[in-house]
């Protein structure tokens, strides 16, 4: 995780803002009804929220009985945010 947040409660809280602005947008809440597992792809700018250094979020959601739970949830793009490349073999940024 990008260090922008103090600690574990102040990133708890900005995820728990991004999902529920998310879901109130039916972009967002049409993935729910799918079977099995999916990932919500959230950016934030569309929901008005700025962290620097993240630009996406995503939150992998699995479908338990008849409840969906989140599994992960983790910053997907942003200057901060380092991915490992397959094809290149290394970290890079963005």
Do not use: C
Request: cysteine-free.
């Amino acid at each position: 995780m990008p260090r922008v947040f103090r600690d574990e409660r102040e990133l708890r809280e900005f995820l728990d803002e991004v999902l529920e602005r998310a879901l109130q947008k039916e972009k967002y809440s049409k993935g729910f009804g799918r079977d099995g597992r999916f990932t919500l792809g959230v950016k934030l700018d569309e929901l008005g929220i700025h962290i620097d250094g993240i630009d996406i979020v995503e939150f992998k959601f699995e479908l338990v009985g008849n409840e969906y739970r989140l599994v992960s949830a983790y910053p997907a793009r942003g200057s901060k945010v380092w991915a490992y490349n397959k094809k290149k073999g290394f970290f890079i940024q963005g």
